[in-house]
């Protein structure tokens, strides 16, 4: 087996589905000798930022010379990504390597009868792995869906929880209200061990707080009020932010969206609960601040041309925000693509609301998820855009959306698996 045929076998996966996903994580990772809690780590979940938070929470900590492991979810273009040691993606031969460990486990699941597992089980499980045999000082673990049966869930003592802003995503499999997913999220807290949260409600604020006081674990809430935008530019935002460990201090992110002042000072706030871990000065916190990149958010790949990872009603309601700072000024492009499961009408709403953009083109994503270039383009019209045009190939609509930008902005939103498409072209657009 080669490395391509490792990342074929994992991606074929998806149609299986576990019956007690939580139970069958622990015996996996069992029978490899409980690789998750074999390094300190920091456990992350929550609907929006928390890719972004674990992308704040490393660049810290290598900042401050440590030897930090990072684990995300969805990749963009190459599976690879999901695992990182100080920023390097893990490579093809030890990808390929650690596959081989974990298959014989899986071989030994399927000759007892027992339940294939899942694509997040065997990449959850490799990264567990990895982090162990590379010997990181600390691991940043961002869950997959939700928290409580997720196989990340399966660290048994990490350093701290962080949960970040909840909205409401996958109801299916979480629950249709901010209090039944916020429970689901929740369930990463650990008995004693500190959780720092953002305040999204109060009713998602009371379900976190009443688990981590029956698990006689220190909460910590992160309010609006704790971050105040000072100076927005082209280059990023000066803002203040107040806490308890680093009172009033000035903290400068390179991003145009005002939600990430909410990411990075919860990833702030946490290494404040952890001082006595980390011991690193608060200059250096705010350089590794400064210094994060994250791929897909509201990222700018080519000038005029931002990248943004929204995907559900709350990201795009954030998203929506920052690009509407510019509609007056610009001519606003949006290239557009979501799946079955979001609700894309209600975010195509939010878009044509809030931005009014000048032209939208539409494509999509292949799957069993797949909602039509289209049906989307008709959604947009709908709405009232007068400019709509609809390409099923993800490539070809980014070359068509860049034509039309003129000189303009370009908004690629929606879709996480559009973005990964078209920066895997990457070489072909951007000449």
Same mark, same amino acid.
């Given at each position: 087996m080669n490395y391509q045929e490792a990342v074929e076998y994992i991606e074929a996966? !998806?149609?299986? %589905?576990?019956?007690? !996903?939580? %139970?069958h994580a622990k015996?996996?990772?069992k029978r490899l000798g409980e690789p998750q809690n074999s390094f300190k780590a920091i456990h992350v979940a929550g609907t929006n930022g928390k890719g972004s938070v674990c992308a704040y929470l490393d660049s810290m900590f290598r900042e401050g010379g440590f030897k930090c492991g990072l684990f995300t979810s969805p990749h963009l273009v190459k599976m690879n990504e999901r695992f990182k040691i100080n920023g390097q993606n893990m490579s093809d031969e030890t990808f390929l390597r650690l596959f081989k460990v974990v298959k014989k486990v899986i071989d030994d699941f399927v000759s007892e009868g027992k339940e294939h597992p899942s694509y997040f089980e065997i990449v959850c499980v490799m990264g567990m792995l990895y982090f162990? %045999?590379?010997?990181?000082d600390i691991a940043i673990i961002e869950t997959g869906l939700g928290g409580r049966l997720d196989a990340t869930n399966t660290i048994d003592q990490p350093l701290a929880c962080v949960i970040t802003s909840i909205g409401l995503e996958h109801t299916?499999?979480?629950?249709?209200t901010l209090g039944k997913i916020a429970r689901e999220k929740a369930g990463i807290i650990k008995p004693n061990v500190p959780v720092i949260y953002e305040r999204s409600s109060e009713e998602v604020a009371t379900v976190i707080s009443n688990r981590a006081q029956k698990l006689n674990s220190k909460s910590y809430q992160l309010d609006s009020s704790m971050y105040e935008i000072i100076l927005k530019t082209a280059r990023g935002i000066d803002f203040s932010f107040y806490c308890k460990y680093y009172k009033?201090?000035?903290i400068f992110i390179n991003s145009i969206a005002s939600?990430?002042?909410?990411?990075?000072s919860l990833a702030l706030y946490t290494m404040g609960v952890l001082q006595?871990?980390?011991?690193?000065?608060? %200059?250096?916190?705010?350089?590794?601040?400064?210094?994060?990149k994250w791929e897909g958010r509201m990222e700018t790949v080519l000038p005029g041309v931002i990248f943004d990872g929204a995907h559900n009603e709350d990201g795009i309601a954030k998203f929506a925000e920052t690009a509407a700072e510019f509609s007056e000024e610009y001519r606003i492009t949006i290239l557009f693509a979501a799946v079955s499961d979001k609700k894309y009408q209600k975010m195509i709403h939010t878009i044509m609301d809030k931005i009014k953009p000048a032209a939208v083109v539409t494509t999509q994503i292949e799957g069993e998820r797949i909602i039509t270039a289209d049906k989307l383009a008709k959604h947009f019209v709908a709405e009232g855009c007068s400019e709509v045009y609809s390409n099923a190939n993800v490539v070809a609509a980014f070359k068509q959306a860049m034509k039309l930008r003129e000189d303009g902005l370009l908004f690629c939103v929606g879709s996480l698996y559009m973005i990964g498409e078209v920066k895997g072209a990457y070489k072909e657009w951007a000449q």
């Open positions: 996966i !998806p149609q299986f %589905e576990i019956i007690e !996903p939580l %139970e015996e996996m990772l162990k %045999e590379q010997k990181v299916q499999y979480l629950g249709d009033s201090s000035t939600y990430q002042m909410a990411n990075a006595e871990f980390h011991k690193l000065s608060l %200059e250096v916190l705010k350089a590794g601040i400064a210094k994060t």
